[in-house]
T-cell receptor, first 115, second 113 residues
Framework: EAGVTQSPTHLIKTRGQQATLRCSPISGHTSVYWYQQALGLGLQFLLWYDEGEERNRGNFPPRFSGRQFPNYSSELNVNALELEDSALYLC??????????????FGAGTRLSVL | GDSVTQMEGPVTLSEEAFLTINCTYT??????LFWYVQYPGEGLQLLLKATKADDKGSNKGFEATYRKETTSFHLEKGSVQVSDSAVYFC????????????FGKGTKLSVIP
């Protein structure tokens, strides 16, 4: 069974540009989560989508946004990029019911570099 | 709010040494607790979990027991291997329905032959 897949692996942008990161969850998982892993700041929760709706949002500005598609894949968009947005962005998925309901499975991440 | 505190690294051990990484938490309600591991250049992998007090999670020789009275979830392994070199994260999932993981800052473990 395929795990959580993220693309691209690496992304290089300049300040002020927009970045789009993509995530495909494990088959059967309806919830998708986004986390930022920035140097020195640890792992911070960004967004949670379930059944196409944004369910919860971390302490990030509105230029961080996203969406979830009918096939449960998700996009994270970061507008007006700033240097401090450089980080590893991790996507995770989980089912909404069953034995694994509270377990989040992570992808390998997208490393965003803002120059 | 919820928080996780884990011991600062880096930790360097010789092969076959005993490992303990301390983790304590603050949370409302009854959280689920997790240890994730991140190998160089990779994402996070779930190592083990515990969902209620006194549960013991175990996997690949690693163990951790959910201690409600001390709000702790310390990770232990009796004999580490070079392949265990990685960053280990303690995390909690609040029982309050938010479904967001709160992570500790991570502990980097290096095992030398």
């Amino acid at each position: 069974e395929a795990g959580v897949t993220q693309s691209p692996t690496h992304l290089i942008k300049t300040r002020g540009q927009q970045a789009t990161l993509r995530c495909s969850p494990i088959s059967g998982h309806t919830s998708v989560y986004w986390y930022q892993q920035a140097l020195g700041l640890g792992l911070q929760f960004l967004l949670w989508y379930d059944e196409g709706e944004e369910r919860n949002r971390g302490n990030f500005p509105p230029r961080f946004s996203g969406r979830q598609f009918p096939n449960y894949s998700s996009e994270l968009n970061v507008n007006a990029l700033e240097l401090e947005d450089s980080a590893l962005y991790l996507c995770a998925s989980s089912p909404r019911s069953g034995r694994d309901q509270n377990i989040q499975y992570f992808g390998a991440g997208t490393r965003l570099s803002v120059l | 709010g919820d928080s996780v505190t884990q011991m600062e690294g880096p930790v360097t051990l010789s092969e076959e040494a005993f490992l303990t990484i301390n983790c304590t938490y603050t949370a409302t309600g009854y959280p689920s607790l997790f240890w994730y591991v991140q190998y160089p250049g990779e994402g996070l992998q779930l190592l083990l979990k515990a969902t209620k007090a006194d549960d013991k999670g175990s996997n690949k020789g690693f163990e951790a027991t959910y201690r409600k009275e001390t709000t702790s979830f310390h990770l232990e392994k009796g004999s580490v291997q070079v392949s265990d070199s990685a960053v280990y994260f303690c995390a909690l999932l609040s029982g309050a329905g938010s479904y967001q993981l709160t992570f500790g800052k991570g502990t980097k473990l290096s095992v030398i032959p």
